[in-house]
């Protein structure tokens, strides 16, 4: 989207609208900036949006599942001595590790975001939307996808995609 605005005010663009009296140059080059600041209210809004369901929708329902796991092979491990519990303790280290990265990605996020915020409305903050917040709202939503298929779904916070496709 960002790479494409500047195509509004090319010298070819402006030609071909102003010779069937579309827009003028200066039209134009009011809609590319009206586009950049759509785009980067756009991406700033989905970010401020996954920041407070990272912080307190999935972030806080992985502690808790983190924790009953931790219990669980506690329990088990104070009832049997000699029971495995290989299987919980694997999954609480991925997890763990997961929350880890996720927790990470929220903190660059919230950064890039703020960042975001105090520039200048336009090109410059449209591109910075782009390349810097965009990508952190990727590096966030990889741990949390990879542990939605890990959590206990009674612990999962939101319908998953599971759900969404197979059970609506």
Not at 40 to 60: G, S
Not at 64 to 80: M, R, W
């Amino acid at each position: 989207m960002v790479d494409a605005i500047p195509a509004l005010t090319t010298p070819k663009a402006v030609k071909l609208f102003e010779s069937f009296g579309v827009f003028t140059e200066a039209e134009l080059k009011s809609r590319a900036e009206i586009k950049y600041e759509a785009y980067a209210k756009a991406i700033n809004i989905e970010a401020k949006t996954m920041i407070e369901m990272a912080a307190k929708q999935y972030i806080p329902s992985i502690i808790k599942y983190t924790t009953s796991l931790a219990d669980s092979v506690n329990q088990i491990k104070s009832a049997c001595p000699a029971a495995t519990v290989s299987v919980q303790t694997e999954l609480l280290t991925k997890c763990s590790a997961l929350l880890a990265k996720a927790q990470s990605a929220l903190n660059t996020l919230i950064e890039a975001t703020d960042k975001g915020c105090t520039m200048e409305e336009g090109k410059e903050q449209a591109e910075f939307y782009r390349d810097s917040v965009f990508t952190a709202m990727s590096e966030l939503r990889t741990p949390i996808d990879e542990l939605e298929m890990l959590v206990d779904k009674e612990y999962w916070p939101v319908p998953s995609y599971g759900d969404l496709i197979f059970e609506v």
